[in-house]
């Protein structure tokens, strides 16, 4: 079943929520742009990206913060150690 929601046509109930936002007017002012650009068909796809990016970037941000904790002379001494003889098949 599709729901027509506004200009957005949705396959599933539930997949999108509308919400009110206040933002400054040049933000207004930069996604009114996109649209007009034809970067993106309306605002709610605009601000839709740029969340995206927001989750993307914070993700890679948390893998970083977790790889920095990583001791690099261990991760080399377990590295170097390898498995053992018996790790892998013969060929």
């Not at 109930?13 to 970067?39: I, N, P, Q, S």
């Amino acid at each position: 079943m599709l729901l027509d929601l506004g200009r957005m046509l949705c396959h599933t109930e539930g997949m999108v929520r509308k919400v009110a936002v206040t933002l400054e007017k040049k933000t207004v002012a930069d996604l009114d742009r996109w649209v007009r650009e034809g970067r993106y068909p309306n605002r709610s796809r605009a601000l839709q990206r740029a969340v995206d990016l927001l989750e993307e970037r914070e993700k890679r941000s948390g893998l970083a913060r977790e790889l920095a904790k990583l001791n690099p002379a261990e991760e080399r001494a377990m590295a170097e150690e390898g498995l053992g003889d018996d790790s892998w098949p013969a060929f």
